[in-house]
């Protein structure tokens, strides 16, 4: 069995892995978002509750607003604490004063309306700034689908480079046992007989170079997410579950590695067994 | 039992190696096949055992329609003929016993009965002593003699020859036409590819010469009929 082969299919799964994980994270961040049907506007950092109150009351007298709800300096500084850990929190406590703004989070009762209402209520005096996660997961969501969409051009490339690696490995393996191949036509082994070794070999390279990308990605991501403690860095978009991913991108490779190992095989055996 | 009516094979490289074949060779004949190198001896030969295709004509063997026979069938149409060659084809790494059981294994035989056939075929051809040697440990007429028993051991009704004393002195060669006589006499038919003037001329049997692709002579009890 040749290391050629054997590590061709270990790239080609790695790089197919590593643009699955990239796939389902997408997917789930785009329901994410779209599932959300609120906004928030923060003011600026020294506004005060009074003028906090004040705010979430000229928002409510907007047309189309179902909800406005205010979180206070102390209660965005709470949240973050339990967003952010035990062990990272111990930042925040280095901060003299808190730094976070007044954050006021808006519902509008139609949620097709939440571009229109976050441009107004961009508009009233003292917010500085409005978090619309639509347009900040959009610019997320065209880098990731660029990575994505090079990486399975790089997948179909892999794919051809591998087959044509087994194909060369089991072509050795006929020439080594033409003898062999040759008796076995003469005394009328049947035609699957002769050939199954040969897709069995390719088959085998296909698993056991699925084996490796396979414990790798899954150790990394169950790592990648464990730090990054489920989301995606500050930005509130849940990674998909270690657990969830595991399985799939398991399978899925496995079957690849299979499904090249055996294409391989059976090109190579038309080509070259002639049976 | 083995019938070609106007057998033409025309190579892709466009060597003409038959040109309108006809013969008819009944059940227990024991037939040679002479004639010089390039003639169409060993094409005549690959047609019977499917190797090679006809570009035209029809052929039957041992009941199957070798023009209608799928590729995938193939194999049981050799399952009903015996090959045996001038250079053996015997595995190096394995036995005797080991090379003719490798025929049995192949086709899905049981154990059971592979164990009692290849001992079976290696009295028949007096290699029971030795069926635990491998082949380079063998003389050319018992390497010969393995490849014999390998070719006996699916019990088929035609064994086909091509030079299989091409590989060995005089006597030796007799040995193995002897066990060739043997066979036949058991009721086998035997198509041999000879270039031995000395044994079709001793050993007198049916003769068909072929030259530049027709059969130019078909004799009972003929000679070999060339000085080479």
Redesign the interface.
Known sequence: MSFAALSAVIVTLAVLGFSLILTFNVAQMSNSVTGQLEFSAFLNVNASEQQGEQVAQEIRALPGIASVQIISKNEGLQQMKQELGQELSDVLNAFKQNPLPIQIVVKPQDPHQIDRLAKEVSEIPGVAAVRDPHKLAAAIFRTLAVVRDIGIVFVVGLVVTSMFLISNTIRMTIFHRRREIEIMKLVGATNWFIRWPFIIEGMIIGLIGSAIPVVLLVYGYRSLYVKAKGVFSGLAFPLVQAGQIEVKLAVILIAMGLLIGMWGGVITVRRFLRV | MIEMQDVWKEYPNGTQALNGISVHIQKGEFVYIVGPSGAGKSTFIKLM?REERPTRGHIFINGFNIEKLK??K??????TIG?VFQDF?L?PKLTAAENVA??LE???APPKYIRKRVREVLEQVGLEEKMSMYPHQLSGGEQQRVAVA?SL??NPAVLIADEPTGNLDPETSWDVMRLFQRINDLGTTIVMATHNREIVNTMRKRVIAIENGVIVRDEEKGYYGYDD
Do not use: C, E, H, T
């Open positions: 055992y590729d995938r193939i194999p049981l149409l050799r399952r090959v084809k595995l490798f025929a192949v086709i899905g390998r051991a699916n």
